[in-house]
């Protein structure tokens, strides 16, 4: 889902959030990304995710007692897919962004973490506990070519 509005939330609804009548108001944004299909991904130790992994909606990570970081795509990767998948294609704006799932389940504890790469900023705390799930926002704040920059938001989640 693309989020290019101040009055989109995350969930795509558009509306005047500070009307008490928004709920009569709101509308659903069409939505690009397919959603919600499950990625699992069985690597033992910490992996390097690519954009596809992000982009299907829902990341799943499980361990045997240890905390795992995984490599977020570069910040150029992950702009030239949203380019191909917006409507707008090269002429994608600015904060544009989508948000994806995170499910880390580990048996014996552990956390799951990201770790940043070429141009991505890891915003607020990055961390879920075992057994914890949280929803991950994404947004492209420069799409320049060759100046790409992402900042990856944990969002609150059941943590």
Avoid: C
Avoid at 33 to 41: A, G, M, Q, S
Avoid at 54 to 77: C, I, W, Y
């Amino acid at each position: 889902m693309f989020i290019q509005d101040p009055t989109v939330d995350v969930n795509g609804f558009k509306g005047d959030f500070n009307n008490s009548k928004t709920q009569t108001t709101l509308t659903r944004t069409s939505n690009f990304f397919p959603r919600y299909r499950p990625v699992l991904i069985n690597a033992s130790s910490s992996t390097t995710l690519t954009v596809d992994n992000l982009m299907k909606g829902r990341l799943g990570r499980t361990f045997s007692g240890v905390s795992v970081s995984d490599t977020l795509p570069t910040a150029s990767d992950i702009i030239t897919e949203m380019k191909a998948r917006h409507p707008l294609g090269n002429s994608m704006p600015n904060n544009t962004g989508f948000e994806f799932y995170v499910y880390y389940s580990s048996s014996g504890g552990g956390n799951y973490s990201f770790t940043s790469n070429t141009g991505v900023t890891i915003f607020g705390e990055n961390d879920l506990d075992d057994e914890k799930a949280s929803v991950v926002l994404v947004v492209a704040t420069n799409v320049s070519s060759g100046s790409e920059t992402v900042i990856v938001t944990w969002l609150p989640g059941d943590e």
